[in-house]
């Protein structure tokens, strides 16, 4: 049956320079491996699918799932999905927030002003990184041991392990071999300059390592260790996708009571039907 759809690019304010998500905005009846099978068809890093709220407070459930796999939790699929469930015409309950029901629980989002920004939910995991598992990654990154200043656990859903480099110029110059975990790599540009870090996601697929544009649950999670560490202050904004040709711009902030939100622009390059 023909069934609403979106493709919505998100962290960014200039199309197809930011990261792609496909949003089906009707998904009753579908089964998980219908969902799966539609999924890996679109071969996005994520595909979401739009049903009723089932939660009290929730405006609307999504599930996310990537070509392989169910995710109980990303950021960009989040924001691109609530771009689009708005843009259907999905009226909030709430006049200032926006909350998406989905794997983790209920999710926050909210209009700023550089864009939908999303409430980053509670690590599933963090603490140190345990060190043959950092000699693990410096292997794979193609880099030294040393040249890794620290590694933590950043789990809010995918599975992040998180390296901190030296600086921006140390991310971008990175080439990777095959990865084997969800990686993300951060270092910081120089002081007064217009984004604070570099940020690159790799995640294994099919034997080889892909490179992830612009990352929303890996920024909200690094959110949270760097801003806990004293490593950065918010607001700040984080560049990602570089080295892909892309302009993505993740913009981090915190409000007085500790909670940290990531936002950025979407833009809908899509719009029809799909049969499903």
Known sequence: MPRPFQQVDVFTTTPYRGNPVAVVLD??????????EFARWTNLSETTFVLPPSAPGADYRVRI????S?????????????????????????TDVIV?????????VRRTGDGLAFAAPPLLRSGPVEEPVVERVARTLGIGRA?????EWVDNGP?????????????????????DLDVGVVGPYPEGSPEAFEVRAFFPKDGTTVEDPVTGSLNASLAQWLLR?????????????????RA??????????????????TITCVTGEVKL
């Open 27 to 36: 998904g009753r009846g579908l089964t998980t491996e219908e969902m799966l």
């Open 65 to 68: 799932f990537t070509p392989v």
């Open 70 to 94: 169910e995710l109980p939790f990303a950021g960009h699929p989040t924001l691109g999905t609530c771009h689009a469930w708005l843009a259907a015409g999905g009226t909030p309950s709430g």
């Open 100 to 108: 998406q029901e989905c794997g983790v629980g209920l999710v926050p």
């Open 147 to 151: 040249e890794i200043l620290d590694a």
């Open 159 to 179: 599975g992040w392990v998180a390296v901190l480099l030296a600086s921006a110029d140390e991310v971008l110059a990175l080439r990777p071999g095959l990865v």
């Open 229 to 245: 560490t004293g490593r950065a202050e918010a607001p700040y904004v984080a560049s990602q996708g570089t080295v892909l040709g």
């Open 248 to 265: 993505g711009r993740a913009h981090v902030s915190r409000d007085a009571d500790g909670a940290i939100w990531v936002g950025g622009g």
